[in-house]
Nanobody
Framework: QVQLVESGGGSVQPGGSLRLSCAASGFTLNYYTVGWFRQAPGKKREGVSCRGYSDGRPYYSASVKGRFTISGDNAANTVYLQMDNLKPEDTAVYYC???????????????????WGQGTQVTVSS
């Protein structure tokens, strides 16, 4: 069964950090383009970070660049999103997603993904 499971969300004060995990089962994550997305209430879903299979490079949206870091652990079949210096505007449900092919470079931030996790809530508030 192909599945993605996110974890690591929670509540944190502004300036704090969280690390989200995206664990894959039923397929090998390293062979896919992986993206992290978020959706806040009343707002459209946005891509915040992705790792392209075609080049292996990380990409970030302007709103999180310099604060978020995407990484992976092949042995654990898991991709992480380290989020530092969190701001109230980072509050959202965060999702990871994968797509097998046809995505190149920074297009991974806006591509159509095939498999999605269930999401994990991140709340940044004082």
């Amino acid at each position: 069964q192909v599945q993605l499971v996110e974890s690591g969300g929670g509540s944190v004060q502004p300036g704090g950090s969280l690390r989200l995990s995206c664990a894959a089962s039923g397929f090998t994550l390293n062979y896919y383009t992986v993206g992290w997305f978020r959706q806040a209430p009343g707002k459209k879903r946005e891509g915040v970070s992705c790792r392209g299979y075609s080049d292996g490079r990380p990409y970030y949206s302007a709103s999180v660049k310099g604060r978020f870091t995407i990484s992976g652990d092949n042995a654990a079949n898991t991709v992480y999103l380290q989020m530092d210096n969190l701001k109230p505007e980072d509050t959202a449900v965060y999702y990871c997603a994968t797509v097998y092919s046809g995505v190149y470079g920074s297009a991974c931030l806006t591509a159509k993904y095939e498999t999605w996790g269930q999401g994990t809530q991140v709340t940044v508030s004082s």
